[in-house]
């Protein structure tokens, strides 16, 4: 039987464009502090650590050796995981596996990436085959609004209906002192920025940030010591589709990879109507268009009805289930930590530590990772003990 594991203390970074003034040992460490400040820790106190970023963008190598100045590692097991986008959530759950193991106690899980030294068009570009796939998903624009055409064609969505999305994470974004980008937009700006590949432009996607988070995990008995109301674990999952585009995104039937991924999290949950069961919900949404259509996988409401569902009101702070209260991926987007921070912004919320972005009553959490050839990751956080 696995140990129980809680989140008992998170870290970042306020998150900028460019962060000329620290090397990435030194941004790294900034989120470890604060982090452990946050459960009244010290480097000491963690028994492991688990990081993750998208070394090949820096185009640096061995960042588990490098890096140890910023996360604390000198002489203590250390475990490197790169997932494409889902890199931060799998970062959270290998920590969560290590803790649940019982072969460690205390975990710290580290995300970071410094997009001001890298060059991630050309990375994702070269990801593709090149004679299948790059003349179509060149970079992820073009996979993107492949899937984003296909979804209003199926279901008659609009630009206008994605640009909502961008409408209420902006607007969120803007009580959360982390952000990266804080500054409200309409539905005017949206449609006015430069398109980038039909449907998608510039106002519908994520910047590139300068950033890290981290994150303290323990076990059982642990928990309740360090932090009055930890974050449980209370399930989690994973989904990798194909490594070929055209093989993995399955446009008609959604986002199968979340479907299934959050399916199972659910089930292990014990969690049947999930818009009306979960209090808050951090997602990773990469541009507009998904925050219709990934709501529609997470089965928050039903095939094509997403445009509907987000105009209502429903995924608004104050709404049936708020998603993103922290600003979400389409104000920050550090990316080997960006799904570490959904992770974290969850564990926030349930901790009632969110400050003007926390919602009221939150218990229940979810937050997911976007990745890869469409992958998912999904973790369920509450506030009650399992």
């Known amino acids: ?93 290998a920590a969560y596996y290590h803790v649940a193991s019982g072969l460690f106690d205390k975990v710290l899980a580290i995300g970071w990436e410094k997009n001001s030294e890298s060059d991630t068009t050309a990375a994702i570009v070269t990801c593709s085959d090149p004679v299948w796939d790059r003349f179509s998903y060149s970079g992820a624009i073009p996979s993107l609004a492949s899937e984003a055409s296909a979804y209003m064609e199926q279901y008659g969505a609009t630009q206008h209906d994605a640009a909502r999305v961008a409408v209420r994470d902006r607007k969120n974004a803007m009580n959360n002192p982390h952000a990266h980008l804080r500054k409200p937009v309409t539905i005017e700006d949206v449609m006015a920025s430069p398109m980038l590949a039909y449907p998608v432009k510039l106002g519908d996607v994520c910047p590139r940030t300068d950033g890290a988070c981290a994150v303290v995990l323990a076990a059982d008995g642990i928990a309740q010591k360090v932090t009055p109301r930890p974050a449980w674990f209370v399930a989690s999952a994973v989904r990798h589709t194909y490594t070929w585009f055209g093989d993995s995104t399955d446009y008609d039937q959604g986002l199968v990879s979340l479907k299934n991924a959050s399916r199972e ?96 009553g939150a218990n229940l959490a979810l937050a997911t990772g976007f990745g890869g050839c469409f992958w998912s990751d999904v973790v369920l956080l509450c506030g009650d003990r399992p």
Request: charged share 20%; hydrophobic share 40%; with cysteine.
């Open 1 to 93: 039987m696995p140990q129980r594991v809680a989140i008992v203390g998170t870290g970042q970074t306020d998150h900028k464009s460019h962060r000329p003034d620290v090397n990435q040992r030194e941004m790294i460490n900034e989120a470890v502090v604060r982090a452990l400040e946050d459960c009244e820790m010290t480097i000491r106190d963690i028994d492991a650590i688990i990081i993750g970023n998208m070394d090949h963008f820096e185009s640096i190598n061995y960042v588990d050796t490098w890096s140890v100045e910023g996360s604390g590692g000198v002489m203590k097991p250390i475990m490197k995981i790169t997932t494409g986008g889902t890199t931060g959530a799998s970062v959270a759950i």
């Open 265 to 360: 999290a659910y089930q292990k949950a014990g969690i049947r109507n999930p818009a009306d069961e979960l209090d808050v919900a951090e997602l990773y949404l990469p541009y507009t268009y998904a925050g219709l259509k990934y709501i529609e996988a997470l089965d928050f409401c039903a095939p094509g009805h997403g445009p509907r569902f987000v105009a209502d009101g429903h995924t608004e702070i104050d709404g049936k289930i708020p998603v993103n209260p922290s600003g979400g991926v389409i104000s920050t987007n550090c990316i080997g930590a960006t799904a570490l921070l959904r992770v974290a912004e969850a564990a926030i919320q349930i901790m009632g530590k969110g400050g003007k972005r926390q919602v009221h």
